[in-house]
């Protein structure tokens, strides 16, 4: 998990250019809500830092229908705003869900969604790329009241200490049972630790990472086969060098350094890769 660059532009210009897409009165519903949205906006920029605390405002069905038709019909300007949020981010992290690091991204979520908050439905900084997994999951899912259930990718502090784990379970057969789980690190404040919690439960990901664990898994098995047959010291070292590209490219908490920490130091896994 690893922020992700806002992408900074006009984003009332590209209200307004969408807008001129529309016609007849949902185009003058638009056009009368202007600046609604302008105020509203304003407000968003001024508080991304709690977010959770941002009160909805009331729309009749019309106004909301035609705020959310933003969105929901695709228009050029609306790729254009797409295609500028993928291409703000780096480009390691561009094509990979960041909420969970598992799939691609080819959706938005609307970080105060859209149901809840229609003006919202085309503001860049309220827009975040990821996964339809991720997307469906959290949906409406938003505050607790203290805090947002979910990191905001791009304005929130991600936890640098170590909060996600992974134990290789090997009973009778040579596939382990993956178990992952979170642990507080001493150097993270309790209420830090608890917003990572809720944004792992909230996504359902620790689930999410056991379905994919054992590919990766079986992946890192044949290439240490490959590259240091029977020699258990040389497979230690090349995880641990795996390990430290994984934290540098998607950070501490990306499901792969767990599995790669437990690994290195599973005998039982270092033997299924000596023992074809
Ligand atoms: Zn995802």
Known sequence: MKR????????????????????????????????????????????TDTLHMVQPQIYGKGKKAALRHCYDVETTPLSKLKSDIKKAQAA???????????????????????????????????????????????????????HCLVFNLYFDQLPTERVLYCRLNYSTT??????????????????????????????????KFNRCANTFISETRNELRQLAPNSRSVMISLLRGKVSNLVMTFGENYWKVAIAEAMHTSSEFLSSCENP
């Open 4 to 47: 992700l660059n806002p992408h900074l532009c006009n984003y009332m210009e590209v209200f307004d250019s969408i807008r001129s897409k529309k016609k007849g009165r949902r185009r003058q519903i638009l056009r009368n809500l202007r600046r609604t949205v302008s105020e509203r906006y304003s407000g968003y920029v001024a508080r």
């Open 92 to 146: 390691e992290l561009a094509g990979l869900c960041q909420y969970c690091g598992v799939d691609s991204t080819p959706t938005f979520d609307h970080f105060l969604p859209k149901e809840i908050f229609p003006e919202f439905s085309v503001l860049a900084i309220n827009l975040i790329p990821c996964c339809y997994e991720c997307n469906q999951v959290k949906r409406a899912k938003w505050t607790n009241g203290s």
């Open 174 to 207: 040579s596939i382990p049972q993956v178990e992952f789980y979170l642990n507080e690190p001493a150097g993270l404040a309790a209420a830090d630790f608890q917003r990572a919690k809720s944004h792992y439960t909230t996504l359902g990901l620790l689930s």
